[in-house]
């Protein structure tokens, strides 16, 4: 079936442009603004926060969480699309 | 009423809850107990993966860790929630489709050799051991602090109550008795905290009170910040370590919460792939509930700590401090004798000594709450611990009768492989438990290292066998092995051969033992790589294998094929 096979290299190809962009903000949330760019961010204020501070301690979690139901929806919507989602 | 009464009333009520659950729940076939039947909802799993995950570690220590690393510690609380990104996306929608019961089950079979999947049993069970012993430590503590019982007994007592339910229910009990536990875990972390973020800021969220201004008007951080660097300490929303270390510490653990097994296996119970997706961000909003509260709890404990004592006179001291000075957390001692406290970061003038683990054991009582809070925090303190021990013994149950037994020994009929897996979570109950009354001396470090050997060997070898079908089994063998023995080797190097060596200008690359994991995995995805390049490519149905995992339609519930 190579109709059947093209269709799923590019149901994969959406699945890995999905994950590198999702991987992409969640590297930036913690690596980027909660440890590399930390000092930089920190004569930003954010209320009381420091802004780096913020990240590393607060901001980085909740992306995270934010990032994974992103990740649901936009994953339940490619299967549906596709044609490859549980009943 | 007094404080011991209500703890024992509080705990009573909570065990009592947990051996109700698993007489109810208690399972009746391998696929119940390894799996828990595969139909539990998303909502519970997400939970009860929160109370797995959740050790006595985050519950006690974790936020006096932070009080007093400030902005270093961090890292555990980016690492210990950064890696369920990784779970959801890379790892448990295709392990669930899959659709077996464990991780050496994936890697036997993905890697089409034995060898392998006993290289991975052996990972599994050297990581869920030491991690297991540290949780049993945790019970008896808790036990000894709380209801003045020796460390022994309440080594023992928790014993019992774990060996109940993980040996009666197995995956099944398990899961619902989490359920529970985190529901008493997250409400006793949660209620202290927030009353003293009420008193403190005026604001009854702690995640915004940490950011909020003390009753003065200065900012709460900037506050400690300034206090801090008076008394000679480094300020708190600044770092010590290097921005290299931080990184690869962080990235360790990351990677390492993804490649527990006893996480991963929680997203098998699953009944759907979409199911296993689902379930790890409501694990992750479960989780963070808690992780968010734990850097406000450590900012307040360690900003009342210095405000109550600093300079004070040692006989107007606060109730509390006199509490906790019988069980030697915290220690008085008036060196220089002009009967005030001086409390500074030089170790000759410091007359103050403050363990960790007070911040949250404490709370209650530094913020004035009734004595049934203090009960509470123990039985919080208490699910942390069973949830994640019962986790583990599961993990360990299954690799022995199901990843070794039933490998090598196919024949053995299901009433009989269901019966080793309760001899063997018995036995795993006795030898924690014996690690828990005679803990060696390593054991709360190597803790740690738990991550890093799940960094190096694990996770490279799963990421590669689902996104890639080239890799093979030489390459997976060989990845896994150099990974483990290159972390083993240079913690075993830094902690116990040399010591004395273990400081950053003798650390590779400015990398700590803590963050070598790291290290480990590229180390283990380069040798997983290049030996499969120069060895033959795996055979055809593996690779059809692979391709039908990436597809989520056709997932039955998880079983023994």
């Known amino acids: 079936m190579p109709a059947q096979n093209e269709k799923m290299k590019a149901y994969w190809r959406k699945n890995l442009q999905t994950l590198f962009i999702l991987l992409f903000v969640w590297f930036v949330v913690s690596f980027g603004c909660g440890i590399l760019f930390v000092n930089e961010l920190n004569e930003i204020r954010l209320g009381g926060y420091k802004l780096g501070f913020w990240f590393a301690q607060q901001g980085s979690i909740f992306a995270f969480v934010i990032l994974i139901f992103i990740y649901v929806v936009r994953m339940n919507r490619l299967d549906r699309e596709f044609d490859v989602d549980e009943e | ?561």
């Open chain 2, 1 to 561: 009423m007094e404080i011991l009464t209500w703890t024992y009333i509080l705990v009573g009520l909570s065990f009592a809850l947990y051996i109700g659950i698993a007489i109810w729940t208690r399972a009746g076939s391998t696929q119940e107990f390894y799996i828990a039947g595969g139909g539990v909802s998303p909502l519970a799993n997400g939970m009860a993966t929160a109370a797995d995950w959740m050790s006595a570690a985050s519950f006690i220590s974790m936020a006096g860790i932070i009080s007093f690393a400030g902005y270093d510690g961090s890292v555990y609380l980016m690492g210990w929630t950064g890696g369920y990104v990784l779970l959801a996306l890379l790892l448990a929608p295709y392990l669930r489709k899959f659709g077996k019961f464990t991780v050496p089950d994936f890697v036997g079979d993905r890697y089409y050799s034995n060898t392998a999947k006993v290289v991975a049993v052996i990972c599994a069970l050297f990581i869920s051991f030491t991690y297991v012993a540290g949780q049993m430590r945790g019970v008896g503590i808790v036990f000894s602090r709380y209801l003045e019982v020796p460390i022994e007994w309440g080594v023992v007592i928790g014993m019992c109550i774990v060996f109940f339910y993980a040996v009666l229910g197995g995956m099944k009990g398990i899961t619902y008795t989490q359920v529970a536990q985190y529901c008493v875990l997250i409400f006793a972390y949660m209620v202290p905290a927030i009353f003293v973020s009420i008193q403190l800021t005026g604001n009854p969220i702690p995640q915004l009170g940490l950011g909020g201004s003390i009753a003065d008007g200065t900012p709460l951080l900037d506050k400690l910040d300034g206090v801090l660097t008076e008394l000679g300490f480094a300020a708190y929303t600044s770092g010590r370590k290097s921005i290299t270390d931080m990184f690869m510490i962080t990235l360790a653990l990351m990677v390492g919460t993804a490649g527990l097994p006893h996480v991963i296996v929680r997203f098998f119970t699953v009944p759907r792939v979409k199911d296993a997706r689902l379930s790890a961000g409501y694990a992750l909003v479960f989780i963070a509930i808690l992780y968010t509260t734990a850097p406000a709890i450590a900012a307040f404990g360690i900003f009342n700590t210095i405000d109550t004592t600093s300079e004070k006179n040692i006989s107007e001291l606060p109730q509390w401090i006199s509490t906790w000075e019988k069980t030697d957390l915290i220690k008085v001692n008036d060196k220089n004798g002009d009967g005030k406290v001086q409390y500074v970061a030089d170790p000759a003038v410091n007359e103050l000594t403050i363990d960790r683990d007070i911040m949250v054991l404490a709370s209650p009582e530094i913020a004035e709450l009734p004595n049934w809070v203090v009960g509470l925090v123990a039985a919080g303190a208490m699910a942390a611990a069973l949830s994640t021990a019962a986790g583990l013994l599961l993990v360990i149950s299954t690799s022995i009768s199901r990843d070794l037994f039933k490998t090598f020994r196919p024949e053995i009929s299901e009433k009989k492989e269901l019966r080793i897996a309760r001899l063997a979570a018995a036995g795993a109950i006795v030898l924690a438990g014996y690690f828990g009354v005679n803990p060696p001396g390593f054991v709360a470090e190597v803790v740690a290292f738990a991550f890093g050997l799940a960094a190096a060997s694990f996770f490279p070898v799963i990421i590669m066998g689902i996104f890639s079908t080239r890799i093979n089994k030489e390459g997976a063998i060989s990845g896994m092995i150099t990974g483990l023995l290159f972390t083993i080797g240079y913690i075993v190097y830094f902690k116990f051969i040399s010591p004395e060596t273990n400081t950053s200008e003798f650390w590779w690359f400015g990398v700590s033992p803590e963050g070598i994991g790291s290290i480990g995995m590229i180390l283990n995805f380069i040798v997983c790589v290049t030996v499969s390049k120069f060895t033959p490519a795996p055979p055809q149905a593996v690779q059809d294998m692979v391709q039908e995992i990436r597809i989520p339609r056709g997932a039955g519930t998880a079983q023994d094929h």
